[in-house]
């Protein structure tokens, strides 16, 4: 079966500071890869999504960058975080070749900066 | 752009009894898939229900049931027997054939289940 695993859970971190959350898919290869954020109350906004090795897509302008430097593989990441930064980071997968439509997600992130 | 709206910020619903949440969507697009995930306090999101927009027939997973009524661009969720660990947010989306997966969700419904 497949997993998805997300970290760290919980981050605090200064403004200014950098920004790394990883995610890693297991069971699977070659899967469409994609990073969420959620503000408080509201809904989620897709701010990445990969089909594969190196290959990012951006959907939003912001302070952020992806990579996938392996298949099962994607990080989210920042040189330097803003306060608008703050939020929750979900990390989700869906089937590449033999896409069911649905996306599989992983626990979450919750980011705060100070 | 699609858009997807939830005119419902809260719905609370007695244990056993049944909650129906709705959920439109704008598209010019004929096929699609439509979703219902639920977010639970451990913020986890799981998928409830998928619909294919192609099917005629509404999607059922045990208690849960889909109202899809696609020339009306409507796509409700009913939960019946309603139980204590349906309490979550629920948050419909869409997603067309060919966007890499990228999930369109609307604002969310919080559903409160008293005893």
């Known amino acids: 079966s497949q997993t998805i695993h997300q970290w760290p859970a919980t981050l605090v971190q200064p403004v200014g500071s950098p920004l790394s959350l990883e995610c890693t898919v297991e069971g699977t290869s070659n899967p469409n890869l994609y990073w969420y954020r959620q503000a408080a109350g509201r809904g989620l906004q897709l701010l990445f999504y990969?089909?594969?090795?190196?290959?990012i897509s951006s959907e939003v302008p912001q302070n952020l960058s992806a990579s996938r430097p392996q298949d099962r593989q994607f990080i989210l990441s920042s040189k330097k975080l803003l306060l608008s930064d703050s939020g929750f980071y979900l990390c989700?997968?869906?089937?590449?070749?033999?896409?069911?439509?649905?996306?599989?997600f992983g626990e979450g992130s919750r980011l705060t900066v100070l | 752009a699609q858009t997807v709206t939830q005119s419902q910020p809260e719905m609370s619903v007695q244990e056993a009894e049944t909650v129906t949440l709705s959920c439109t969507y704008d598209?010019?697009?004929?096929?699609?898939?439509l979703f219902w995930y639920k977010q639970p306090p451990s913020r986890q999101m799981i998928l409830v229900i998928r619909?294919?927009?192609?099917?005629?027939q509404n999607a059922t997973e045990n208690r849960f049931s889909v109202n899809f009524q696609k020339a009306a661009k409507s796509f409700s969720l009913k939960i019946s027997d309603s139980q204590l660990g349906d309490a979550a947010m629920y948050f419909c989306a869409y997603r067309s054939t060919d966007s890499w997966g990228k999930l369109q969700f609307g604002a969310g419904t919080q559903v409160v289940v008293t005893p």
């Open positions: 598209t010019s697009e004929s096929d699609y898939y």
């Open positions: 989700a997968w869906s089937w590449g070749a033999s896409d069911t439509g649905e996306l599989f």
């Open positions: 990969s089909v594969g090795i190196g290959q």
């Open positions: 619909q294919e927009a192609y099917k005629q």
